[in-house]
């Protein structure tokens, strides 16, 4: 216990061995479903041979790449943040790489967006654009990504859908119905009951317990196929399964630019990096900030160590042909349990690890059970809001469109760019130049160049 105290800084950090591993549990358990979706989403889409990946090969090279990184962060980054296949960037992978090149040219460019963001993390100049980013605006971020996970959390257990007449409304057709609804909805209720009440363990117990009912309900009664989401909820034939490396170290790092074309393999490789860089930023911001981790200047402990492996996290996602791992947000669920340190992620990197025999037990746990945690925890972000200055409209406008973007196009890095550009439009149209880091007017015209990619595309011809 007393290596354990004095590698990860447990007291230092004001926590016990208990916590930590409830919370790396905790964070397992609200991103496990990634290693059934990544494989779906990459699986759905073929390449420019028509070639398409099998469902086994990526489960395995998914979990394979989560635990790898997950547990060079807990060594490297002492940081409670578990890390895999980042949702939007699989997207970029599947349908804005792989109809121009093959799946290991695709899974190139993958790699070279992680060695791109670790020149940046090395150089220090991901560290500056980090801490060039107002106090105010880091607590936005904060809030923000609590909106944006507790929408997650809803619609993912099918809480809120999309509407007829509106963008979004109350169940599927306006209105509650179905068991899944039902026991995402026990859930909700349980864990808030037994977080206010500071049950040790209160999210983790929550899911458990709700994970139980699931199986039971869906054994007893007739649910709609599908209406779980990725995972129903019903125990496996088997406990083990065998892990299938195929895909591992199947890379052609420049191949996509001689077959999609120098200008297209561009475009796919700085949207990696741009969404990659500020998603992770945002993340680890405002997960920090939930956690205490940050000071009065709003910076983060062993800033450049956490984001050099979240750019080595990067390549291991794209050498696994994973697509491209990052900091996940679900990380709060975590710290929200308790988790302050790495010692949380190697708990969570073990079990990602594991997955690999047991993907059967992985495939378990569903969204209605997992779900309320994203939504708790979310509440629980949403206090960094009395931190911004509202009376401050200089910083209250920037503040609101970061918050407000992030839940409202599914995005961290649109919230963090329309927040950093309004920022400094504003000082820039009040005359306060001498208030505007030059890095930030750089960050701007990277946002509005991301904001506009689809003009510029069609400007200089990209396919």
């Known amino acids: 216990m007393a290596v354990l105290d004095r590698f990860f800084q447990l007291s230092a950090r004001g926590t016990t061995v208990g916590r930590e591993v409830r919370g790396g549990v905790t964070t397992f358990m609200a991103m496990a479903y990634i290693i059934l979706l990544n494989p779906i989403i990459l699986a759905g889409a073929h390449d420019v041979t028509r070639a398409k990946l099998t469902i086994g090969q990526l489960t395995t090279s998914t979990a394979l790449a989560a635990a790898v990184s997950t547990l060079l962060m807990a060594f490297i980054g002492n940081a409670p943040f578990g890390l895999a296949a980042g949702l939007g960037l699989n997207a970029v992978v599947a349908y804005q790489a792989a109809p121009f090149m093959t799946w290991a040219q695709a899974m190139g460019l993958v790699v070279l967006e992680g060695a791109v963001i670790i020149v940046l993390a090395v150089t220090g100049l991901r560290t500056l654009i980090m801490n060039a980013i107002p106090l105010a605006l880091k607590h936005a971020i904060s809030v923000g990504i609590g909106l944006f996970i507790a929408l997650i959390g809803f619609v993912d257990a099918g809480f809120v859908t999309a509407g007829t007449g509106t963008p979004v409304q109350l169940g599927r057709a306006g209105h509650l119905a179905g068991w899944p609804v039902t026991v995402f909805s026990f859930g909700l209720l349980l864990m808030i009951v037994l977080y206010v009440r500071r049950t040790p363990g209160a999210i983790l117990i929550s899911i458990v317990v709700t994970t139980v009912l699931a199986v039971v309900v869906n054994s007893v009664s007739r649910v709609r196929p599908g209406a779980w989401g990725v995972v129903t909820p019903r125990m496996p034939r088997s406990l083990i399964s065998a892990p299938d490396f195929g895909l591992v170290g199947q890379v052609d790092l420049f191949g996509g630019f001689v077959r999609a074309g120098a200008l297209t393999a561009t475009v796919v490789l700085f949207t990696l990096v741009l969404s990659g860089f500020f998603d992770a930023m945002g993340t680890i911001i405002g997960v920090s900030d939930e956690a205490g ?108 469109l970061t918050i407000a973007l992030m839940p409202f196009t599914y995005s961290i890095t649109n919230g963090v760019g329309a927040g950093l550009i309004s920022y400094t439009l504003i000082k820039a149209a009040r005359g306060r130049f001498a208030e505007i880091p030059w890095l930030l007017w750089v960050v701007s015209l990277i946002f509005l160049a991301y904001f506009g990619i689809t003009a510029l595309e069609e400007l200089f011809g990209a396919r």
Do not use: Y
Not at 299 to 322: N, Q
Not at 358 to 364: E, G, I, N, Q
């Open 293 to 400: 981790m940050v000071d009065s200047l709003g910076r983060v402990p062993r800033l450049g160590a956490i984001l050099t492996v979240d750019g080595v996290a990067g390549m291991v996602g794209g050498a696994a042909s994973a697509s491209a791992n990052t900091v996940f947000v679900e990380s709060a669920a975590g710290v929200g349990e308790g988790a302050r340190t790495g010692l949380a992620s190697v708990v969570t990197g073990a079990l990602l690890g594991l997955t690999m025999l047991f993907t059967p037990l992985a495939a378990v746990v569903p969204a209605a059970a997992a779900a309320p945690a994203l939504v708790l925890v979310g509440a629980l972000m949403m206090t960094q809001s009395r931190n911004v200055p509202w009376v401050d409209l200089e910083l209250a406008i920037p503040a609101f």
